[in-house]
T-cell receptor, first 110, second 113 residues
């Protein structure tokens, strides 16, 4: 089976840094994705990791450790518009399909 | 830009009605997906399709069926809607082993009364 865990909610201050952790147990692994979802909208792609290490994209970075079944999304220089849910998703072994974690709601306060 | 279009944004249906949710993508993607999203439960995969006329059950297929007669179109069917199918339904297309992501439609908010 597939199991993906991430915290339900996090709060941070504008300008600060927040790290959202994701742990996964899947029957196979073809990559891990992070998505951002604002309330009432569809998820949008943020990052993709398939090899161990850090991928940096502007204010957002994502890290993967396959041996630990662990990833994190790092949001730097937080802005109010970063208040959203962040979804971790794994492409498992059985063909191409994504299994999602429950999402982490991030609230950025002034 | 990739476009995934869901035919209905908001629907209200009665218990027992047959409901069709249509999804069209314009990127010639082979893979298409239907998810539902509920508070506290995240996105859960209902059905997916790798090719025309091909379908695979996801994690929660009960009470749903799908149709893929053309590559660009993937329909979700609720044969007899029930109140526990009130949810937001998201169609998506794309995804492969090269790291290409899936792209979501805007979502269809279904209320069954």
């Amino acid at each position: 089976g597939q199991n993906i865990d991430q915290p339900t909610e996090m709060t941070a201050t504008e300008g600060a840094i927040v790290q959202i952790n994701c742990t996964y147990q899947t029957s196979g692994f073809n990559g891990l994705f992070w998505y951002q979802q604002h309330a009432g909208e569809a998820p949008t792609f943020l990052s993709y990791n398939v090899l161990d290490g850090l991928e940096e994209k502007g204010r957002f970075s994502s890290f993967l450790s396959r041996s630990k079944g662990y990833s994190y999304l790092l949001l730097k220089e937080l802005q109010m518009k970063d208040s959203a849910s962040y979804l971790c998703a794994v492409n498992g072994a059985a063909g191409n399909k994504l299994t999602f974690g429950g999402g982490t709601r991030v609230l950025v306060k002034p | 830009d990739v476009k995934v279009t869901q035919s209905s944004r908001y629907l209200v249906k009665r218990t027992g009605e047959k409901v069709f949710l249509e999804c069209v993508q314009d990127m010639d993607h082979e893979n298409m997906f239907w998810y539902r999203q509920d508070p506290g439960l995240g996105l859960r995969l209902i059905y997916f399709s790798y090719d025309v006329k091909m379908k695979e059950k996801g994690d929660i297929p009960e009470g749903y069926s799908v149709s893929r007669e053309k590559k660009e179109r993937f329909s979700l069917i609720l044969e007899s809607a029930s109140t526990n199918q009130t949810s937001m339904y998201l169609c998506a297309s794309g995804l492969d082993n090269s790291g290409n992501t899936i792209y979501f439609g805007e979502g269809s908010w279904l209320t069954v009364v």
